[in-house]
């Protein structure tokens, strides 16, 4: 079955960076598009960055534009997010997402902290 397992958060400094990793299995990775979601405590999940099976083209929330990267490796099934230029208001579980045959899919989240 489908599993994504996320790692790499923590507690980090305003103006820190941090990258994410997420490891899939379960499914042909390299046709599968990817996306990062994060959820604050009281506040709805929201998409965060998204790259394409094919063209490795990337969408970003406005919020994260300039500041996060995502960017995948098909030979490690894994897909990553770097983060720079950390906020306060970037505080939140982040998810690694797929959705397949119209079912989403998540993995357990890492949580991300962004605090002095």
């Known amino acids: 079955q489908v599993q994504l397992v996320e790692s790499g958060g923590g507690l980090v400094q305003p103006g820190g960076s941090l990258r994410l990793s997420c490891a899939a299995s379960g499914f042909t990775f390299s046709r599968s598009a990817m996306s990062w979601y994060r959820q604050a405590p009281g506040k709805e999940r929201e998409l965060v960055a998204t790259?394409?099976?094919?063209?490795?083209?990337?969408n970003y929330a406005d919020s994260v534009k300039g500041r996060f990267t995502i960017s995948r490796d098909n030979a490690k099934n894994t897909v990553y997010l770097q983060m720079s230029s950390l906020k306060p208001e970037d505080t939140a579980v982040y998810y690694c997402?797929?959705?397949?045959?119209?079912?989403?899919?998540w993995g357990q989240g890492t949580q991300v902290t962004v605090s002095s």
């Open positions: 790259i394409t099976s094919t063209t490795s083209g990337t």
């Open positions: 997402n797929t959705v397949r045959f119209g079912y989403d899919h």
